[in-house]
């Protein structure tokens, strides 16, 4: 049986029709830039995350910039992040003219250590931004309490945590803002680039709309220098049908990592992943950790079980922030995981036969190394 890392076919065939009614009403208003739908999903994701504002942008990047640059980030500040996500929470620092601080992981939620955040701030520092990965919430409670004594600015990156959950509260709504992703794979996922952040700041939200729309609160009268950072219509429309189907999705997705943890927490040299008991994880990524990942990956491959890697080299040690001079050993938690993680296929609508057949493959996968090793 084949098995995919991700299957958007599957899920759009089981909406298709809604999406056509909602593509079909947009087509009708020519509502294509912002607009009506936009200000509809806008409503209806903040209601969601529990929020009194929502601005919907171009995508996650361009959430997270407009969230730093509207909160004043620029140029000899700091920003304090993680370096096990994907490159855009650093990009967007780095696109304000501030600098990206990583400071290291915890080995068991893979999230910021809070413990480690207090000796990276400097007079510097505006803000940190904690990363929800793979759809568990990062230990929020330290941090917005070191971020309230020091003054700084709290941004979360909940790309991957649509609906997550921390002490009941949703992913996006305890920090100054929340920035999500709303790329195709993601668990609430557009039909092409859009993202959006989330906020109870009235001044924020202001700032934002103008941001994302070349500084205008008014047609034509330009108040800031701005950028266009834009959702479409047809995003919009699209995401307000999906939105009602993501607490669904999310309890399949659940359902789809409780069944991999039974079966694979009983196989040795598999870490699987730990939720926090204050924690509602959504496994947007379902990571598994192995020594000799490359073996397993490409021995699953030749069985027709498609495998990902989030993320292969952590920031610090990527090209593209070479001039940081952080060198291999700068954080040994975030180094060492990323070393071993293994992304399995998850999507809500696995069976349990796909999952069985990812488990019975990863097994045998691993003994006949262990054959070859003898
Ligand atoms: C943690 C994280 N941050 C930011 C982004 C950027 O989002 P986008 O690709 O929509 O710009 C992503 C998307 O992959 C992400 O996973």
Redesign the pocket.
């Known amino acids: 049986m084949k098995v995919p890392f991700l299957d958007l076919k599957a899920q759009y065939e089981s909406i298709k029709d809604e999406i056509a009614v909602a593509i079909q009403q947009v087509l009708d208003k020519t509502a294509f830039a912002g607009g009506p739908f936009v200000a509809q999903f806008e409503k209806e994701f903040a209601a969601f995350c529990g929020t009194k504002f929502c601005e919907g942008v171009g ?6 910039w407009m969230s730093l640059l509207a909160l004043g980030v620029g140029p000899g500040d700091e920003v304090i992040t993680v370096p096990d ?2 490159i ?2 650093a990009e ?1 620092i780095s696109f304000c003219g501030a600098k990206p601080v990583f400071v290291d992981v915890d080995p068991v939620t893979y999230n910021m250590d809070s413990g480690k955040i207090e000796p990276a701030i400097t007079p510097h520092t505006k803000a940190i931004i904690p ?3 793979f759809g568990q919430m990062a230990d929020m409670d330290p941090i917005l309490e070191i971020a309230r004594k020091q003054k700084l600015f709290v941004i979360e ?1 909940a ?2 945590a649509h609906g997550a959950e921390y002490k009941g509260r949703k992913a996006g709504s305890m920090g100054d803002a929340g ?1 999500f ?3 195709p794979g ?1 668990n609430l996922g557009a039909y092409g ?3 959006a952040v989330v906020t109870s700041n009235a001044d924020l939200d202001k700032k934002i709309r103008m941001l994302r729309d070349h500084g205008q609160a008014k047609k034509y009268y330009h108040d800031l220098i701005g950028w266009n950072a834009r959702m479409d219509g047809i995003q919009g429309a699209i995401l307000s049908v999906k939105l009602k189907h993501l607490p669904a999705w999310n309890e399949a997705r659940r359902r789809n990592a409780k069944l991999y943890n039974e079966m694979l927490g009983k196989v040795d040299g598999v870490v699987i992943p730990q939720e926090s008991s204050h924690n509602k994880h959504v496994y ?1 990524i379902y990571a598994i950790r192995v020594q000799n990942r490359d073996f397993l990956i490409s021995s699953l491959a030749g069985r027709d079980i498609n495998c990902g890697i ?1 993320y292969p080299i952590p920031l610090h040690l990527q090209k593209a922030y070479k001039a940081l001079g952080l060198g291999k050993g700068s954080f040994p938690v975030a180094e060492k995981v990323a070393s071993e993680f293994v992304s399995l296929p998850m999507y809500p609508e696995m069976s349990p036969d796909q999952i069985e057949t990812v488990v019975r493959e990863l097994e045998s996968s691993l003994s006949s190394q262990l054959v070859r090793k003898v």
């Open positions: 995508s996650g990047t361009d959430a997270l996500t994907f855009a929470t967007a990363v929800h990965l990156d790309s991957q920035c992703s709303f790329y993601k680039e859009a993202g947007h989030h």
